[in-house]
């Protein structure tokens, strides 16, 4: 197929691999072509909701067949949950990632922290969005609003209530000008009921929440773009319970800014910011500048993400496991010392 005989088209949902594309004020149902399938590494390399492509029509312009992705500005990108291998795309060409919790038992501040990772990673901002604010009463929801900035340096939070419209505007504000944006979040923190109420009609499917934990059924089950009164775009998303951080790069310098700030007064300039002297981070802690949870937090995703990059660079593989043997080696010379001086 030729250059010629293909239009850009936006991609607008996406069932397992199935697609449905906007073009000149509506939308058809699209197909992958059989060559950009074949010649796909991964993924990575096929459409994803938010997408520009090139298409062709067909049956007088009423089917669309996608044959290549436009160059993109931004990736969410997450670990396919069914494989647990592949990197799996969830939306793309995104402004702003809107990280939903609800304050009900879905309010999850671990949960929130890994979604910042993945958001700022892809390229595009995130903004916190708090929902069920009728179900936190006060002095609980200032404490969690508060524990949330702590968690989101530099980041906007937006704290509604989706059945009374509280604090809804705030988020119409921030769609405003055409910008597209997606929703991420556990199921039932509210992503499909607040889409409802920005769009101002039954756009999105909701349902039910437990009480016994605040989880809901995922009434998502595919990704889809919603285009709202306000000029915005918003790419809904089906609830995401684990968010594993193997494909992160850079996001975790930007959610913990503080602590990369802190950082550069550190003696050595690799330093773990465990027990190594002149550690400005351990004591920022130690002077309560600095919440030692933060700190927890840091760590704990960074070695997750180490993890993971060492178990996929052979280098890195070989580098960690002399330093597992000389670590060995040491601790067997320092029983040999202890038992030649006790005269063993």
């Not at 938010?50 to 990108?77: C, F, M, Q, W, Y």
């Not at 496991?321 to 080696?329: E, L």
């Amino acid at each position: 197929m030729s250059e010629k005989s293909t239009v850009p088209a936006l991609v607008t949902a996406e069932q397992r691999q199935s697609f449905t594309v906007y073009l000149e004020g509506r939308e058809l149902p699209a197909s992958v072509c059989g060559k950009l399938l074949g010649e796909a590494a991964s993924k990575l390399d096929l459409p994803v909701v938010g997408d520009n492509v090139a298409v062709s029509l067909h049956d007088n312009g009423e089917k669309a067949v996608i044959h290549g992705v436009l160059p993109r500005t931004s990736l969410l990108l997450r670990k396919e949950a069914a494989t647990g291998k592949d990197a799996q795309p969830l939306a793309a060409n995104i402004a702003k990632i809107f990280i939903v919790m609800g304050l009900d038992e879905s309010y999850n501040i671990a949960r929130l922290e890994r979604l910042l990772v993945a958001a700022w990673d892809s390229g595009a901002a995130p903004v916190v969005v708090l929902t069920k604010k009728d179900l936190c009463p006060e002095p609980a929801l200032r404490e969690k609003i508060s524990a949330v900035e702590r968690a989101a340096p530099g980041v906007e939070v937006v704290c509604l209530s989706s059945v009374s419209g509280e604090g809804v505007e705030s988020v119409a504000k921030l769609l405003g000008g055409g910008i597209r944006c997606c929703f991420i979040g556990s199921s039932g923190a509210g992503k499909s009921t607040l889409i409802n109420r920005l769009s101002g009609y039954e756009a999105a499917q909701t349902g039910p929440v437990r009480t016994s934990d605040g989880r809901g059924r995922h009434t998502t089950t595919s990704r889809h773009l919603y285009f709202l009164p306000c000029g915005g775009q918003i790419i809904d998303t089906p609830g995401i319970r684990e968010f594993c951080l193997e494909y992160a790069q850079t996001g975790l310098d930007a959610s913990f800014t503080e602590i990369e700030e802190l950082a550069k007064e550190c003696r050595f300039q690799d330093c773990s910011h465990n027990s190594e002297p002149g550690c400005a981070v351990v004591a920022a802690v130690g002077k309560g500048t600095l919440p030692a949870v933060r700190l927890t937090s840091y760590q704990k995703l960074k070695k997750e993400m180490l993890h993971h990059e060492i178990k996929t660079d052979l280098i890195k593989r070989i580098q960690a496991k002399r330093k597992s043997m000389a670590f060995s080696r040491l601790c067997r010379d320092g029983s040999v010392k202890k038992r030649k001086l006790r005269g063993g």
